[in-house]
């Protein structure tokens, strides 16, 4: 454990200069500085995708962009050379230290296709048409190029594992510390509602690093964007707005299925001097992250947003328009509870569109899915009305006044949640709308409601404490139970599924000059080589275009 707090250490002092470009040179506390640990992530991310054009993301790349942050550290380092940034990075790396130790990678997704692209990104500049090599790698996230470029001479292989930990830790800390704050001046307001809602959600139900894959990190910036927007309401001006459009961009390239995330920002968009805003640095930098992330996403799968066929470019070489058009189906299908079909229903169905059609997936999704989504929300449903009805007292009590905006946040939670339920209802998809949703309806109703100063800060306390309790011990009891006797104890598990964690044994197929690796059976999990789950079909090809290759099939 101690050899991950050093590392987690290191890792939170040089990731959070990168986002000084977007908080600027101001003072900083706990909440600026978890600010801006964010928008390094951000940063570091862009710099992945946009060095991936050029190079294969490997250890001496990396470690050469270590030295930007050096670089801040030393321009400013009144923002860092004090206790506040210590403490600061000391919370952080404790946390993640927590999360990481003896955990295990998001199975099974982390194995299939998570770390083996991650694995292809450290070994490889940009693939054109690799989604044809494994379809799933045309919809992976950004936070496989954040792990990639994490990889440098400091962290070696196990910097891949930081950037869900990193982003789970500094968002679960920014929570904590403005409700604290709150809670000592007794502000009551509708973003310390949302807040403690939320914070209850994730003490709940998202405290295991094993859970987290692609999808919880989303989640979590949305509860943060939501965060921000709220905060800034009342004094949002180009700077934060451009800020807010880029976690939003952030969010997308994460999880596609949470594309809605920029309805959120309409709250603000009317404060906003359309003119000043163009005229910003950052906006130009939001433009470029913009187009070099569809650049990249047309140049793997030739679409702009895959599986969508829409956006597809059926005219270049390595589109198959149709296998696009199939996995689209499928994917949305598997969402909607297809593979939960019976033997008897699925003669029901000719093909994956007849089950889409007419709402016919219905009864199967509510048989599975709205049960297991029914038994995560109502524990959490149930504690926060029992919260509410124990703050509810006429005695010493308060009321505050609700504005139209947060209606208007309801109301584009719920529009989101319902976008979700028809198109993509797997809860994995989209649970930070609902959560949201939830917590902003109970944050309305709070803040209609007369409540009891006195109760509520003690409740509030006390929350705060058994919520940080929980992830804690927790995590420690896992480390605890867990057998230690595996292979890069006591970093997380990403060399294999088994127990041992040593690597996958492999079988090499030649694809004209490259090596393609086949597990021989399980998973690819990471390996520094271009590795696919699936075995290699017959027609698929690869041909030179200057010096990138393209994978293509060829149906001649």
């Known amino acids: 454990m101690v050899e991950i707090f050093s590392y987690s250490l290191i890792a939170s002092i040089l990731f959070t200069p990168f986002g000084v470009f977007f908080i600027g040179n101001q003072y900083r506390n706990l909440y600026w500085f978890t600010k801006e640990l964010v928008f390094g992530l951000v940063a570091l991310s862009f710099l992945a995708i946009l060095f991936n054009f050029f190079f294969p993301l490997n250890i001496y790349i990396n470690s050469i962009i270590l030295l930007l942050p050096l670089i801040v550290l030393i321009k400013y380092k009144k923002n860092y050379l004090n206790l506040n940034f210590l403490k600061f990075s000391i919370?952080?790396?404790?946390?993640?230290?927590?999360?990481?130790?003896?955990?295990?990678?998001?199975?099974?997704?982390?194995?299939?296709?998570?770390?083996?692209?991650?694995?292809?990104?450290?070994?490889?500049?940009?693939?054109?048409?690799?989604?044809?090599?494994?379809?799933?790698?045309?919809?992976?996230?950004?936070?496989?190029?954040?792990?990639?470029?994490?990889?440098?001479?400091?962290?070696?292989?196990?910097?891949?594992?930081?950037?869900?930990?990193?982003?789970?830790?500094?968002?679960?800390?920014?929570?904590?510390?403005?409700?604290?704050?709150?809670?000592?001046?007794?502000?009551?307001?509708?973003?310390?509602?949302?807040?403690?809602?939320?914070?209850?959600?994730?003490?709940?139900?998202?405290?295991?690093?094993?859970?987290?894959?692609?999808?919880?990190?989303?989640?979590?910036?949305?509860?943060?964007?939501?965060?921000?927007?709220?905060?800034?309401?009342?004094?949002?001006?180009?700077?934060?707005?451009?800020?807010?459009?880029?976690?939003?961009?952030?969010?997308?390239?994460?999880?596609?299925?949470?594309?809605?995330?920029?309805?959120?920002?309409?709250?603000?968009?009317?404060?906003?001097?359309?003119?000043?805003?163009?005229?910003?640095?950052?906006?130009?930098?939001?433009?470029?992250?913009?187009?070099?992330?569809?650049?990249?996403?047309?140049?793997?799968?030739?679409?702009?947003?895959?599986?969508?066929?829409?956006?597809?470019?059926?005219?270049?070489?390595?589109?198959?328009?149709?296998?696009?058009?199939?996995?689209?189906?499928?994917?949305?299908?598997?969402?909607?509870?297809?593979?939960?079909?019976?033997?008897?229903?699925?003669?029901?169905?000719?093909?994956?569109?007849?089950?889409?059609?007419?709402?016919?997936?219905?009864?199967?999704?509510?048989?599975?899915?709205?049960?297991?989504?029914?038994?995560?929300?109502?524990?959490?449903?149930?504690?926060?009305?029992?919260?509410?009805?124990?703050?509810?007292?006429?005695?010493?009590?308060?009321?505050?006044?609700?504005?139209?905006?947060?209606?208007?946040?309801?109301?584009?939670?719920?529009?989101?949640?319902?976008?979700?339920?028809?198109k993509s209802p797997l809860y994995r998809y989209g649970y930070s709308f609902l959560v949201c949703f939830f917590s902003s309806v109970f944050s309305v109703i709070a803040i209609k409601s007369t409540f009891n100063i006195r109760r509520l800060y003690i409740l509030s306390n006390f929350i705060l404490i058994i919520g940080i309790s929980i992830i804690v011990s927790k995590n420690i009891y896992r480390v605890v139970k867990n057998n230690n006797d595996y292979n890069n104890y006591p970093w997380p598990k990403y060399y294999s599924m088994g127990e041992d964690n040593l690597l996958t044994d492999f079988n090499e197929v030649k694809l004209d000059s490259k090596k393609i690796l086949v597990p021989s059976k399980g998973y690819c999990m990471y390996i520094k080589k271009i590795c696919s789950h699936y075995s290699i079909k017959d027609n698929l090809y690869i041909k030179k275009m200057k010096k990138y290759d393209i994978f293509y099939f060829n149906y001649k």
Request: hydrophobic fraction near 50%; proline fraction near 2%.
């Open 91 to 422: 919370m952080v790396s404790l946390l993640m230290t927590i999360l990481i130790t003896e955990s295990n990678v998001y199975r099974p997704d982390a194995g299939l296709y998570h770390l083996p692209f991650t694995g292809i990104l450290n070994s490889e500049k940009i693939i054109i048409g690799l989604s044809n090599l494994h379809f799933r790698y045309g919809h992976t996230s950004i936070m496989q190029y954040l792990s990639a470029i994490l990889n440098n001479f400091i962290f070696n292989n196990n910097g891949i594992v930081f950037p869900q930990a990193i982003l789970a830790a500094t968002i679960i800390i920014n929570f904590v510390y403005q409700i604290y704050i709150y809670n000592k001046n007794k502000n009551y307001n509708f973003h310390f509602f949302y807040l403690l809602f939320v914070f209850i959600y994730i003490f709940y139900k998202m405290n295991r690093y094993s859970e987290y894959g692609n999808d919880a990190p989303a989640h979590f910036l949305v509860f943060f964007l939501i965060s921000e927007i709220i905060l800034f309401k009342d004094k949002i001006g180009s700077n934060e707005f451009i800020n807010h459009l880029i976690l939003s961009l952030f969010i997308i390239q994460n999880k596609i299925t949470l594309i809605f995330v920029v309805l959120f920002n309409l709250i603000n968009l009317k404060k906003i001097n359309i003119k000043d805003l163009i005229n910003k640095n950052k906006f130009f930098f939001l433009i470029f992250f913009f187009i070099i992330w569809i650049i990249k996403n047309i140049l793997m799968s030739g679409c702009i947003i895959y599986p969508m066929k829409i956006s597809c470019f059926k005219n270049l070489s390595w589109v198959d328009i149709d296998k696009i058009e199939n996995i689209s189906q499928g994917s949305e299908a598997w969402a909607k509870g297809i593979s939960n079909l019976s033997n008897k229903d699925k003669n029901k169905f000719l093909n994956t569109n007849d089950y889409l059609k007419n709402f016919s997936w219905l009864p199967t999704w509510s048989n599975k899915h709205l049960v297991h989504i029914m038994s995560l929300l109502i524990p959490y449903l149930f504690f926060c009305i029992a919260m509410l009805f124990l703050i509810k007292f006429k005695s010493k009590s308060k009321n505050l006044k609700i504005e139209n905006d947060y209606y208007f946040l309801v109301v584009a939670l719920f529009f989101c949640s319902l976008l979700w339920f028809l």
